[in-house]
């Protein structure tokens, strides 16, 4: 008998524990939630193709609205950031821009949902995952990404254990509690207050996002099944493209190819491409500081430099805009000799824009648009694209401090002075695969990746080529 109660006091005592823990992350009791008590924001981009997408989103959302019968104030609320009035103009993207203005534009509900647009919410799924958490806590809940070691993008974070600390995967996207959205709206007000040095750099923003939560505000992501990529039947959330789907590819002869090299890297790193993307093409160009006719390279007599390349990337521009044999080309791509790309797959995301448009196009980084008046560019390594009347303005508008300017950020903050908005591709990346959460990159088809050291780019050459996954092989 005494071995039974103590059993059962043990039992009793860590049950206690559990609710104790459970409670002080806002989760156990069942809450009184409805439809209405969710703002849902989806980061969206003005780009026809993206705003377009977005839509899909806001169509679906709006049929089960219609389903469920929600009508009046009992409707939830959708915004896509790109057509929200009342945003400051950079950075939304970064998600703290959005909260120094929160309450000027977005009711105080309950809760706060963000997404990507290609997610796709199931509201009784969604809503029924709220009735266990308490919205007057720090709630903070997702589908939990890791890294499996410190990585670049990551600014090298979580040295002591990397695998620790998780990011939500904006794909299946997030919520938060209002306590949490109050308190990023008071500290957003006096920006030194806020103490927003670690996210100078804006490079993931859903990693950057997450760190602040847990430095500043005490609160980790609770990470939750019900928060999903590949869509099931528990799922109340999950992305719905893999890749996108407009059809045939572009014809090889509408895009053109600067790859940027100088001669230190002849021997190594072109070799690489050579063997690899440029088989892709007949519209490769070489540019060198070196005359190399094996290769061949042209020279623009810009001297090499060690640091940015900006004198030899505008003259790439400009030499393409200016010249006749470049008449009926649609789109540039700049890349560097070791950049690793497919440009198959290139050319089929390529079908989904048009090409008339004025369209900076790569993976979006930023410096200081946290802060919201800093400027996004597009991050060179994984390459960047522009179609052509938008190089034409680049060619007349834009001019390099110096040659050995960042290239990829002076583009941005000319871009940001002749108003064009970045396009971003979440295809496109600037790091190694590497790199990045092992997770993130498994379920998503890419594009390109960038760097050679400590890592084998014929083998990332060879993942780029392997088969886009049908949509629920993996279920
Ligand atoms: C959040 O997670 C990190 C691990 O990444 C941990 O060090 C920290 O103590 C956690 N914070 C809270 C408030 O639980
Ligand atoms: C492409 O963009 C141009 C320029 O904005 C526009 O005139 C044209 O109608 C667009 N084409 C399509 C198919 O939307």
Not at 245 to 256: E, M, N, V
Not at 429 to 455: G, I, L, M, N, P
Request: charged share 25%; proline share 5%.
């Amino acid at each position: 008998m005494a071995s039974f109660s103590n059993v059962s006091k043990f039992c009793l005592l860590a049950l206690t524990a559990l609710t104790t823990v459970l409670s002080a992350s806002g989760a156990g009791k069942q809450t009184d939630v409805t439809y209405k008590d969710i703002t849902f924001i989806v980061i969206s981009q003005p780009n026809t193709y993206h705003a377009n997408r977005a839509q899909l989103l806001k169509e679906d959302f709006e049929k089960q609205v219609k389903q469920l019968n929600l009508k009046g104030d009992d409707r939830p609320a959708l915004y896509l950031l790109h057509e929200t009035e009342g945003l400051p103009e950079l950075g939304a993207w970064t998600l703290f821009p959005v909260f120094s203005v929160f309450s000027n534009v977005f009711p105080s509900t309950p809760w706060v949902f963000f997404c990507e647009e290609e997610t796709r919410i199931k509201l009784p799924k969604l809503l029924n995952v709220l009735k266990g958490f308490d919205s007057s806590k720090d709630v903070f809940l997702g589908r939990g990404l890791h890294d499996s070691h410190i990585s670049i993008i990551h600014h090298f974070y979580g040295f002591e254990d990397p695998e620790a600390f998780a990011f939500p995967d904006l794909r299946a996207g997030f919520l938060i509690s209002r306590p949490l959205v109050n308190r990023l709206a008071e500290m957003m007000i006096d920006l030194s207050a806020a103490d927003l040095n670690s996210v100078d750099f804006n490079i993931d923003p859903k990693h950057e996002f997450a760190r602040y939560l847990s430095e500043k505000l005490a609160t980790n992501l609770t990470e939750l099944t019900e928060f999903c990529v590949l869509d099931s039947e528990d799922c109340a959330t999950y992305d719905n493209l893999r890749f996108p789907q407009c059809g045939a590819a572009i014809p090889d002869d509408d895009l053109s190819i600067a790859v940027k090299t100088c001669g230190k890297f002849h021997a190594d790193r072109v070799p690489v491409v050579k063997k690899t993307w440029d088989r892709e093409s007949r519209n490769i160009e070489y540019f060198s500081d070196v005359d190399d006719p094996s290769i061949p390279t042209i020279t623009l007599g810009i001297p090499n430099t060690e640091r940015g390349h900006c004198g030899k990337t505008m003259a790439i521009i400009r030499r393409a805009a200016e010249r006749k044999e470049f008449a009926g080309k649609k789109w540039l791509l700049i890349a560097d000799d070791d950049t690793i790309i497919s440009l198959h797959r290139l050319r089929l995301m390529l079908a989904c824009y048009n090409a008339s448009e004025e369209i900076a196009l790569g993976e979006r980084y930023g410096y200081m648009s946290a802060r919201g008046y800093g400027y996004d560019y597009i991050t060179g390594g994984g390459g960047m694209l522009f179609s052509w009347p938008l190089l034409e303005r680049l060619a007349k508008e834009c001019s390099c401090p110096s040659d050995d300017a960042p290239d990829d950020m002076i583009l941005g903050m000319c871009l940001k002075r002749i108003d064009v908005k970045i396009t971003h591709s979440p295809y496109i990346h600037q790091a190694r695969k590497e790199d990045y959460s092992e997770d993130f990159v498994k379920h998503r088809t890419h594009v390109s990746f960038h760097k050679h050291w400590d890592c084998d780019p014929l083998e990332t050459y060879k993942f780029l080529q392997t088969d886009v996954p049908s949509e629920h092989d993996e279920l």
